[in-house]
Nanobody, 125 residues
């Protein structure tokens, strides 16, 4: 299983970006997918996840601003980021794993076995 993230860049506060992550995996629809991020000098943190076909979870810091989606026909996941803030600046990573998750594990990065290389998002004026 391989993941390739793209779409990062420099954006002004209040702006928008859409990240993409192409996933090469058999029966992609059987995988839970997620986005994590890591800011300079900080630990990796959960951003959003799509799992059990209909469930979506978001970190409190991005609720109402970010939207995770997936296109199973294209084996691709997306992260639409609106109303971006300087504190959203980070390297964003997509992750995937066969979907055996429960609510208590979906935000745990250690439970994901496959990771993309990361794409840098910088929010600055």
């Amino acid at each position: 299983v391989q993941l390739q993230a793209s779409g990062g860049g420099l954006v002004q506060p209040g702006g928008s970006l859409r990240l993409s992550c192409a996933v090469s995996a058999p029966t992609f629809s059987n995988y839970a997918v997620a986005w994590f991020r890591q800011a300079p000098g900080k630990e990796r943190e959960f951003v959003a996840a799509s799992w059990r076909r209909v469930n979506k979870n978001y970190a409190d810091s991005v609720k109402g601003r970010f939207t995770i989606s997936r296109d199973n026909a294209k084996n691709t996941i997306y992260l639409q980021m609106n109303s971006l803030k300087p504190e959203d600046t980070a390297i964003y990573y997509c992750a995937a794993n066969v979907d055996r998750f429960i609510m208590s594990t979906i935000m745990d990065g250690d439970k994901y076995g496959y990771w993309g290389q990361g794409t840098l998002v910088t929010v600055s004026s």
